[in-house]
């Protein structure tokens, strides 16, 4: 008798038996189903943390790749700087950018009559600093020179990319072969290899002028991928880079049908993106669900394809596309971090967090340190909640054990440490309450729990902010004191007691704790 002939008579005698049962039937032992809690934990504030609990593999996904300011903000020092702090507190490999062909760089021009001109000086060294860095650039083809452009249309970005399709299909192509050879010839087939490049940006919105947009979008995509493997098979090329995890089913249908070049597929969601623009629909979904929503309908999108393995990579996330204070400067990030990678986890190869820094300037120069921006390090080079947010969940193991808790991630490290991040989420600007968990030990001789805290009394600028006055510019010394105000201090270590840890989490509180 078969397998799956055993499995359907073991499925019928449960069907007999309670939902619950069945769930945790369907969840362990048929293939691509959703695991489910097989029974609803009765006290959810107590977590039963068992390591001997099934696990799987917890890449850390969510850090491995950052979106930054476009491309020339790469030469400043203090972008730079903020670089380097993030590679030291996360698993970086990866940044994105916009522009690279944008007129600062100073790439393309025409002579007089017409015929190309290339300048690689400033790409060179964007490159060349990322790489020094020990980080690789995810490669976003875009934008349009204004010489190889059919039009002279710019976005409304205060740097005024020009959004045009090129007025001459080889000559885009040709731009970009030469851009593909110069990478390899000044940096090796080898290291270029382990790049990605990524067709322009989200060219379903106002990002892109192609009348109309989609068909015309297919046009830039074929000629560039082609472009790409024309240089060398090895190169990764990508797309379709579009918001609100659009075009996903089409844009694979489409490479499918006409040979086109395909190695992954990219696209993008925040936090407070509407229901009606994502699913079509008018459901109201909550900022804490929508990014991980939005990674299920591509992933099975995905899966659905005649190309159900390509790597899904979520070329922007965050909680909010606005410039939103309360959530993107505040502890909020902190809970929401966690939750997202919770719910994602499986579903994607990585996320990009928008952005690692705020030298950024699609809105203009920055005009005071905290005004919402999407980085993790306001100007000055003051980290954010946000910043701590990513230091703290770095350390998560990488297995992850099965825990039956929304609230909490349950990881092992290489050399068997417990490391378990619990949360008290809540709504941006909501009050909330104080959440109280116990944590319940099981198959573990671990005696103490080290115990790192984001919240407002821990990690958070904002405390010392407002006693300085809230300065639209800071002094050199007020810099200084909310660089240690921001600081995470050293984690508490806590005896634990009858394998019990009881722990206190205050509205928008992270902890993650290891467990020794």
Same mark, same amino acid.
């Given at each position: 008798?078969?397998?799956?002939?055993?499995?359907?008579?073991?499925?019928?005698?449960?069907?007999?038996?309670?939902?619950?049962?069945?769930?945790?039937?369907?969840?362990?032992?048929?293939?691509?189903?959703?695991?489910?809690?097989?029974?609803?934990?009765?006290?959810?504030?107590?977590?039963?943390?068992?390591?001997?609990?099934?696990?799987?593999?917890?890449?850390?996904?969510?850090?491995?790749?950052?979106?930054?300011?476009?491309?020339?903000?790469?030469?400043?020092?203090?972008?730079?700087?903020?670089?380097?702090?993030?590679?030291q507190?996360t698993d970086?490999?990866?940044?994105r950018?916009?522009?690279?062909?944008?007129?600062?760089?100073?790439?393309?021009?025409?002579?007089?009559?017409?015929?190309?001109?290339?300048?690689?000086?400033?790409?060179?060294?964007?490159?060349?600093?990322?790489?020094?860095n020990?980080?690789?650039?995810?490669v976003?083809?875009?934008?349009?020179?204004?010489?190889?452009?059919?039009?002279?249309?710019?976005?409304?970005?205060?740097?005024?990319?020009?959004?045009?399709?090129?007025?001459?299909?080889?000559?885009?192509?040709?731009?970009?072969?030469?851009?593909?050879?110069?990478?390899?010839?000044?940096?090796?087939?080898?290291?270029v290899?382990?790049?990605?490049?990524?067709?322009?940006?989200?060219?379903?919105?106002?990002?892109?002028?192609?009348?109309?947009?989609?068909s015309?979008?297919?046009?830039?995509?074929?000629?560039?991928?082609?472009?790409?493997?024309?240089?060398n098979?090895?190169?990764?090329?990508?797309?379709?880079?579009?918001?609100?995890?659009?075009?996903?089913?089409?844009?694979?249908?489409?490479?499918?049908?006409?040979?086109?070049?395909l190695?992954f597929?990219?696209?993008?969601?925040?936090?407070?993106?509407?229901?009606q623009?994502?699913?079509?629909?008018?459901?109201?979904?909550?900022?804490d669900q929508?990014?991980?929503?939005a990674?299920t309908?591509?992933?099975?999108?995905?899966?659905?394809?005649?190309?159900?393995?390509?790597?899904?990579?979520?070329?922007?996330?965050?909680?909010?596309?606005?410039?939103?204070?309360?959530?993107?400067?505040?502890?909020?990030?902190?809970?929401?971090?966690?939750?997202?990678i919770?719910?994602?986890?499986?579903?994607?190869?990585?996320?990009?967090?928008?952005?690692?820094?705020?030298?950024?300037?699609?809105?203009?120069?920055?005009?005071?340190?905290?005004?919402?921006?999407?980085? =993790?390090?306001? *100007?000055? @080079?003051? /980290?954010? &909640?946000?910043?701590?947010?990513? +230091?703290?969940?770095?350390?998560?193991?990488?297995?992850?054990?099965?825990?039956?808790?929304?609230?909490?991630?349950?990881?092992?490290?290489?050399?068997?440490?417990?490391?378990?991040?619990?949360?008290?989420?809540?709504?941006?600007?909501?009050?909330?309450?104080?959440?109280?968990l116990?944590?319940?030990?099981?198959?573990?001789?671990?005696?103490?729990?080290?115990?790192?805290?984001?919240?407002?009394?821990?990690?958070?600028?904002?405390?010392?902010?407002?006693?300085?006055?809230?300065?639209r510019?800071p002094?050199?010394?007020?810099?200084?004191? =909310?660089?240690? *105000?921001? @600081?995470? /201090?050293? &984690?508490?270590d806590?005896?634990? +007691?009858?394998?019990?840890?009881?722990?206190?989490?205050?509205?928008?509180?992270?902890?993650?704790?290891?467990?020794?």
């Amino acid at each position: 008798m078969d397998d799956s002939w055993q499995a359907f008579q073991m499925l019928r005698c449960l069907m007999r038996k309670s939902y619950s049962v069945l769930a945790f039937f369907i969840a362990t032992l048929l293939p691509g189903v959703p695991k489910v809690n097989a029974q609803a934990n009765p006290n959810p504030d107590v977590i039963v943390v068992d390591a001997s609990a099934s696990s799987h593999p917890f890449p850390h996904f969510w850090e491995k790749m950052f979106g930054s300011g476009r491309a020339v903000l790469s030469l400043r020092d203090s972008y730079r700087q903020d670089l380097r702090e993030v590679k030291q507190a996360t698993d970086l490999e990866y940044v994105r950018f916009h522009a690279i062909f944008h007129d600062e760089i100073g790439l393309y021009d025409e002579d007089n009559q017409g015929h190309p001109t290339y300048n690689f000086s400033y790409v060179d060294q964007i490159y060349d600093g990322l790489l020094a860095n020990r980080v690789r650039p995810f490669v976003e083809l875009s934008f349009m020179p204004q010489k190889l452009a059919a039009h002279n249309i710019l976005h409304t970005f205060w740097y005024k990319p020009n959004i045009s399709p090129p007025k001459d299909w080889t000559k885009w192509e040709d731009l970009i072969a030469v851009f593909t050879k110069h990478l390899i010839d000044r940096y090796g087939i080898d290291e270029v290899a382990q790049w990605y490049f990524e067709v322009w940006n989200e060219p379903n919105l106002d990002f892109w002028a192609g009348d109309p947009r989609q068909s015309t979008y297919w046009d830039l995509y074929d000629h560039a991928a082609r472009a790409i493997k024309g240089v060398n098979p090895r190169l990764r090329i990508g797309g379709p880079a579009t918001a609100q995890a659009a075009w996903v089913d089409v844009f694979i249908k489409h490479c499918v049908e006409n040979n086109v070049p395909l190695d992954f597929v990219s696209t993008h969601v925040y936090g407070n993106d509407r229901a009606q623009d994502v699913f079509g629909t008018d459901e109201n979904i909550p900022r804490d669900q929508m990014v991980c929503r939005a990674v299920t309908k591509v992933h099975k999108q995905i899966e659905a394809s005649s190309m159900a393995h390509l790597p899904l990579i979520w070329s922007e996330f965050n909680a909010s596309y606005m410039n939103e204070s309360n959530v993107t400067d505040s502890i909020y990030m902190g809970p929401w971090l966690a939750d997202t990678i919770r719910q994602c986890d499986g579903l994607v190869s990585v996320m990009s967090y928008w952005t690692f820094s705020d030298v950024f300037e699609e809105q203009g120069i920055v005009k005071t340190p905290f005004y919402g921006g999407y980085g =993790l390090i306001a *100007a000055g @080079g003051i /980290p954010k &909640p946000a910043y701590n947010a990513f +230091k703290l969940l770095h350390r998560l193991g990488n297995q992850r054990l099965a825990l039956d808790s929304d609230s909490a991630l349950l990881t092992r490290r290489d050399d068997g440490t417990l490391v378990i991040a619990v949360w008290n989420y809540a709504p941006p600007g909501d009050a909330g309450s104080p959440k109280t968990l116990t944590l319940r030990l099981k198959n573990t001789n671990a005696r103490h729990a080290s115990i790192a805290r984001l919240d407002r009394d821990h990690g958070d600028f904002h405390s010392a902010y407002e006693k300085m006055g809230s300065p639209r510019y800071p002094t050199q010394a007020q810099i200084q004191d =909310l660089q240690r *105000a921001t @600081g995470l /201090p050293d &984690p508490e270590d806590r005896k634990l +007691k009858n394998g019990e840890l009881t722990i206190t989490l205050p509205t928008h509180g992270l902890a993650v704790i290891e467990l020794k």
